[in-house]
């Protein structure tokens, strides 16, 4: 059964980011049409964030001297997907992350960041088919799909995608940085075997920084469709109705059944 969040995209990150001043950003025309396509699965082109150029991509190591791979946080991960009409990798289906986790086994990379969130934001609590929130409070929220819980292989998946080992030993999720500081780990990475366990899912604390896998977004393609038809029309001033400017779509939605 694929159970669609209606809940918004956005209100992850607005009720997260709220706190630091940072929201959604929205698509813009030219990098959506100049998005990287570097491998297609499915309807959908994917493109690795290290294998990009320019500064959203590419940092100067203050220490060597050398240009390398950005590691930024998970907003800032969805955002230079978004600002391209794409949005962080969402696996929603087994084969969809097999050909995840083959690309970082085949580039050996050490981790990556996904859309993979955790509803422990404002709306969330009075959500009685997300509880236990460790077990069936994550979604993807790059199409706002709720994932399979946690505590079990996913239906007609052959394996379970978060690891059995991590900080404190258990299996994943399991919000370890909360219990050292409070720092919850709301944010879903893929580690490349660095508890001895393969390639596996994580929950981990949103601000840590990480290269990042980004995916196309159906929305925001037809977002931006929709923003070229408006300038053909000579509309101006008018950037997405229904759209609070945010990102935020109608951050009223309900989940689906
Ligand atoms: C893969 O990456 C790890 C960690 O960066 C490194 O220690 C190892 O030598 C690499 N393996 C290969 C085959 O490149
Ligand atoms: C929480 O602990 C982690 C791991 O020791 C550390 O990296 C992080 O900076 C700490 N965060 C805060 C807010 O103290
Ligand atoms: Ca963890």
Request: net charge neutral; glycine share 10%; with cysteine.
């Amino acid at each position: 059964m694929r159970i669609i969040l209606l809940l918004a995209v956005a209100l992850a990150v607005i009720c997260t980011a709220a706190a630091q001043g940072r929201l959604l950003d929205l698509p813009q025309i030219e990098l959506c049409d100049n998005r990287p396509k570097q491998w297609k699965f499915g309807n959908h082109y994917y493109f690795f964030s290290w294998d990009q150029d320019g500064p959203d991509f590419k940092e100067t190591n203050p220490k060597t001297g050398q240009v390398e791979g950005r590691k930024v946080d998970w907003l800032d991960a969805r955002n230079f997907c978004r600002k391209r009409c794409m949005d962080a990798v969402g696996m929603e289906s087994q084969a969809e992350n097999d050909m995840i986790f083959d690309f970082i086994k085949r580039r050996n990379i050490t981790y990556i960041w996904t859309s993979g969130r955790l509803c422990d934001f404002k709306g969330c609590s009075e959500r009685e088919d997300l509880k236990p929130i460790s077990v069936k409070g994550w979604f993807w929220s790059n199409t706002n799909t709720k994932m399979a819980p946690t505590n079990a292989v996913p239906p007609g998946w052959s394996y379970q995608p978060w690891s059995d080992k991590g900080h404190t030993g258990g299996p994943q999720p399991d919000n370890a940085e909360f219990d050292i500081n409070q720092t919850s780990e709301s944010c879903l990475g893929v580690l490349n075997n660095l508890y001895n366990d393969g390639i596996k899912w994580h929950d981990i604390a949103c601000y840590h920084k990480k290269p990042f896998i980004c995916e196309e977004s159906d929305e925001l393609i037809r977002y931006v469709e929709g923003l070229k038809r408006q300038q053909g029309q000579g509309q101006q001033g008018n950037r997405g109705q229904g759209n609070n400017g945010n990102g935020n779509q109608g951050a009223r939605g309900h989940f689906g059944g």
